[in-house]
């Protein structure tokens, strides 16, 4: 295993080392998938006219890219091949920018582009590293994750980089911020709690844009990390290892579903992380046994049918987000 794929597996699938009174813990069983789902092709999705486009993170040979795909057999292509290591990739709500995280010499900063690669803006010029953009449902804010003060904390921004408030002040990390789609909350996942020989333990917290009203949504005392919003703002889809001690195989991620109120937590697919929430699908990043590589799916929730929307085997695919 190269040096590159060894830091994405250790920095991209969720963190691996690295809310209401009501919660529960996790089903240990999946309660509605089976256990070996289904694989089927998949048709390319619209939106009216518009083809939907797909942006992902690829490992390549020296560099971890972010690739876009339009799914109508097109050969994918790099972002912007000027940036070596860029990652997580979010759309705007328009659908029409990216904004994503790329190295550069002061650590990790946030860049918004067009969906081809042009017009890029630097929106964060702090030295440590900024990552996991996550936008406001009007495009004009972002919220991200950041080291700048020693340690990660959740910041907002303007996309203009101006007026950058800090929303959480913990001696615990806190990451992998993602604002809801009604604009009211921000999920987020944080070391709270958790002892020193628990390093890797993570639990979910949600807070208000404006730093009030901070509240513990899972209580699972595991990793629970990579938050993302149902279309509807009710429920959040996770990433939850249920050991919160450093190492563990990255196929023993798992994707949950939980009610905003903290209720119900429901496993929904093995072997799974990165995910995101498509009105009644779910995309994900898996770890194909078959070729030693992760790889991208999406599944339905309707039929419970997991589907490939791109494949490239010899590369570590990742981070699947798409733009409808």
């Given at each position: 295993?190269?040096?590159?794929?060894?830091l994405?597996?250790?920095?991209?699938?969720?963190?691996?080392?690295?809310?209401?009174?009501?919660?529960?813990?996790?089903?240990?069983?999946?309660?509605?998938?089976?256990?070996?789902?289904?694989?089927?092709?998949?048709?390319?999705?619209?939106?009216?006219?518009?083809?939907?486009?797909?942006?992902?993170?690829?490992?390549?040979?020296?560099?971890?890219?972010?690739?876009?795909?339009?799914?109508?057999?097109?050969?994918?292509?790099?972002?912007?091949?000027?940036?070596?290591?860029?990652?997580?990739?979010?759309?705007?709500?328009?659908?029409?920018e990216?904004?994503?995280?790329?190295?550069?010499?002061?650590?990790?900063?946030i860049?918004?582009?067009?969906?081809?690669?042009?017009?890029?803006?630097?929106?964060t010029?702090?030295?440590?590293?900024?990552?996991?953009p996550?936008?406001?449902?009007?495009?004009?804010q972002?919220?991200?994750?950041?080291?700048?003060?020693?340690?990660?904390?959740?910041?907002?921004?303007?996309?203009?980089?101006?007026?950058?408030?800090?929303?959480?002040?913990?001696?615990a990390?806190?990451?992998?911020p993602?604002?809801?789609?009604?604009?009211?909350?921000?999920?987020?996942?944080?070391s709270?709690?958790?002892?020193?020989?628990?390093?890797?333990?993570?639990?979910?917290?949600?807070?208000?844009?404006?730093?009030?009203?901070?509240?513990?949504?899972?209580?699972?005392?595991?990793r629970?990390?990579?938050?993302?919003?149902?279309?509807?703002?009710?429920?959040?889809?996770?990433?939850?290892?249920?050991?919160?001690?450093?190492?563990?195989?990255?196929?023993?991620?798992?994707?949950?579903?939980?009610?905003?109120?903290?209720?119900?937590?429901t496993?929904?697919?093995?072997?799974?992380?990165?995910?995101?929430?498509?009105?009644?699908?779910?995309?994900?990043?898996?770890?194909?046994?078959?070729?030693?590589?992760?790889?991208?799916?999406?599944?339905?929730?309707?039929?419970?049918?997991?589907?490939?929307?791109?494949?490239?085997?010899?590369?570590?695919?990742?981070?699947?987000?798409?733009?409808?």
């Amino acid at each position: 295993m190269n040096l590159v794929r060894s830091l994405t597996l250790l920095g991209l699938f969720g963190c691996l080392t690295g809310c209401m009174s009501t919660t529960v813990e996790p089903t240990s069983q999946p309660t509605s998938v089976p256990s070996t789902p289904t694989i089927v092709a998949i048709a390319t999705p619209t939106v009216g006219d518009v083809p939907q486009r797909l942006a992902f993170v690829a490992n390549q040979p020296n560099a971890v890219t972010i690739m876009l795909a339009a799914l109508d057999g097109s050969p994918a292509q790099v972002l912007n091949p000027d940036f070596p290591m860029a990652l997580d990739p979010t759309w705007s709500p328009d659908g029409n920018e990216l904004a994503f995280a790329v190295q550069d010499s002061d650590g990790f900063n946030i860049y918004i582009s067009a969906a081809d690669g042009s017009n890029l803006v630097q929106v964060t010029t702090e030295a440590g590293d900024d990552q996991h953009p996550s936008w406001s449902p009007d495009g004009q804010q972002l919220v991200f994750q950041s080291n700048r003060s020693g340690n990660d904390e959740i910041y907002r921004i303007n996309r203009d980089g101006s007026n950058v408030l800090q929303l959480t002040n913990d001696p615990a990390q806190d990451w992998m911020p993602r604002w809801s789609p009604d604009g009211s909350l921000i999920a987020f996942s944080s070391s709270r709690g958790f002892s020193d020989e628990e390093s890797a333990g993570r639990e979910l917290y949600l807070i208000q844009p404006d730093a009030q009203g901070l509240q513990q949504l899972t209580k699972a005392r595991g990793r629970a990390q990579s938050p993302i919003w149902s279309p509807d703002s009710q429920q959040l889809a996770y990433v939850f290892f249920a050991s919160s001690m450093v190492g563990g195989d990255i196929a023993s991620n798992t994707i949950y579903t939980i009610k905003r109120d903290g209720s119900e937590p429901t496993l929904l697919q093995d072997n799974a992380f990165n995910p995101q929430w498509l009105d009644q699908r779910i995309a994900f990043t898996t770890y194909d046994l078959n070729t030693y590589h992760t790889a991208l799916r999406i599944l339905d929730l309707n039929t419970l049918q997991v589907s490939v929307p791109i494949s490239m085997p010899e590369l570590d695919l990742m981070q699947p987000v798409f733009n409808r």
